[in-house]
């Protein structure tokens, strides 16, 4: 039997987290993030998704072990302790850029039906890296073409604004 006490003080504390993170994000080229979104049904959330900025890995792997469970509304369906302890455990083997494909598929398995990682790296990553989610980020920012071209100095503003509403 899940604690539903434990869960709504954990997800509450969470929520505050991730306002702080969201509002307070100071964002440059060596900046960790990742994008998240709700992977539980839309009547509470579901699909809307976020990116999460931090000054460097540490930041992002600390707040990822504290709150990563719970950084969109909890379905109910799954005893969330358990998930908690894994999504710690799967967090703090965020060590290095080698070491995030595994650690974001890991994460996604153990969260399904409460929330999905697209990506974790760096925000210069985003700008001019050929991995999947930066090249189909970049291509949707310019209205589906070019993503194969790095951002440009004279794109960074609008490039930013894009990105804070993505997903939304």
């Given at each position: 039997m ?7 003080g ?20 060596d ?6 979104w ?8 579901g ?8 000054p ?5 792997r600390e ?6 469970a ?31 494909e ?32 930066p090249?189909?980020?970049?291509s949707?920012f ?16 609008a490039?930013?604004?894009?990105l ?5």
């Amino acid at each position: 039997m899940q604690d539903e006490d434990w869960v709504a003080g954990r997800s509450e504390t969470a929520n505050e987290a991730s306002e702080r993170v969201l509002t307070d994000a100071r964002i440059a080229t060596d900046s960790w993030g990742f994008y998240a979104w709700g992977d539980g049904p839309g009547g509470i959330g579901g699909g809307v998704g976020a990116f999460y900025w931090f000054p460097d890995l540490v930041a992002l792997r600390e707040f990822l072990v504290a709150h990563g469970a719970f950084l969109f509304p909890v379905s109910g369906r799954k005893d969330m302790r358990a998930v908690d302890a894994a999504v710690k455990d799967i967090a703090n083997h965020l060590s290095d850029g080698a070491a995030v494909e595994g650690v974001l598929g890991r994460l996604n398995v153990e969260l399904k039906g409460e929330a999905q990682f697209d990506w974790i790296g760096r925000y210069g990553d985003l700008l001019g890296a050929a991995g999947e989610f930066p090249l189909r980020l970049r291509s949707q920012f310019r209205g589906g073409t070019s993503g194969d071209r790095p951002i440009g100095s004279d794109e960074h503003v609008a490039f930013g604004e894009f990105l804070e509403t993505y997903g939304v």
